[in-house]
């Protein structure tokens, strides 16, 4: 059941309200602008819908609306002006601040029960929106077939973290797939799907969930290692990811499932993702050239 705030100090208009809403609301009832907050903070926000008079001992109704802008769990929360019909100077400043409606008194049972719901039904809308926004806005920095971050993302992740950080070693680790073009070749591209997707799991089970681990090529991969207290981690971390591919066997692939591995160091107020990538890419050239399923630095 949804739950109305009443705050209105006339107890005759706060009952009448009441009445008209309480087959569908569980209702709340403050006399004051105090009460009303002690009330919302009582009840940790969860409220529907506030019917709120513009005229409080304490308080104005526009005073209460200036503060509920400065906190988002009250923002969040649609309020219905409750006014007295020649009072149109302070409703359009309670619209100015973020008033949802208003209704006037004398009240009428019908016309209250319609802007009710059109603004329940308008703020649920609205919040849909937004969690769909949200939603996309977080598949938009993702790699499709991987879930991993996608290259941009990547890249401002990792610049993000170089700036926060200047004085701390942080490693990149460049991670690309062996002969990954002959199993395509060889066995198809579902099958080469299949390998790319099975990289990013395991790099999602071996590192930590602040590491930044992005797909940025077809077989190629990055994983940043923030603020770590020696190099000898990160070079530890790159040998087990080599290993771990060395040793466990796909059930699926049949060609060459080893992965090569490229390593710089962050350790001298690097501050670029490019420059760092750019070592690392030749450390991983060098791995390349000395027989892969290894890593260089
Ligand atoms: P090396 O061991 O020297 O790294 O060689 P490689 O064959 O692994 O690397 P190369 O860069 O020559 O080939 C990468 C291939 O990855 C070429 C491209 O067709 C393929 N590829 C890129 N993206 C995808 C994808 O999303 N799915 C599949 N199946 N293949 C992809």
Redesign the pocket.
Known sequence: MDTMLIVDDNEIDRNIIANYFAEDFMILEAQSGEECFRILKEYKYNIDIVLLDNWLPDMTGVDILKERKLDQRFADIPVIIVTVNNDSANLIEAFKNGADDYITKPLVREVIKARVSNVLIATRKYAEIQKKNRELSELSELDQ?TGLYNKMTTVNKINNRLYEHKNHIGAIIVV?????????DSEG?????H??KRVSRILKDNFRKEDIIGRI????FVVFLNDIPDKEIARRKARDIIRIFKVKKSTVIKGRTTV?VGLAFADNGTNDYKELFDRADKALAEA?KYG?ACYHE
């Open positions: 077939m690309d797939m062996d002969d990954f073009k002959y199993i395509n591209h579902l099958i080469g799907d390998a790319i090529g077809g077989d190629e090569s390349k892969k």
